[in-house]
């Protein structure tokens, strides 16, 4: 995962890839931990 910060100290931005079935659990744990701003995209091209 990418862990960026933010203007303010209190927020990071923080970006991965996820496999699908991982995704539907963990965006409403994340929610119920107090995450906010999410955003889901899908992965249209992987260039190794």
């Given at each position: 995962p990418t862990v960026s910060k933010l203007?303010?100290?209190?927020?990071?931005?923080i970006e991965?890839?996820?496999e699908?079935?991982?995704v539907r659990?963990?965006?409403?744990e994340?929610?119920?931990?107090g995450a906010e701003g999410i955003i889901e995209y899908p992965l249209n091209k992987l260039v190794l």
């Amino acid at each position: 995962p990418t862990v960026s910060k933010l203007a303010d100290d209190n927020w990071v931005a923080i970006e991965t890839v996820l496999e699908e079935s991982v995704v539907r659990t963990l965006i409403p744990e994340l929610k119920s931990l107090g995450a906010e701003g999410i955003i889901e995209y899908p992965l249209n091209k992987l260039v190794l």
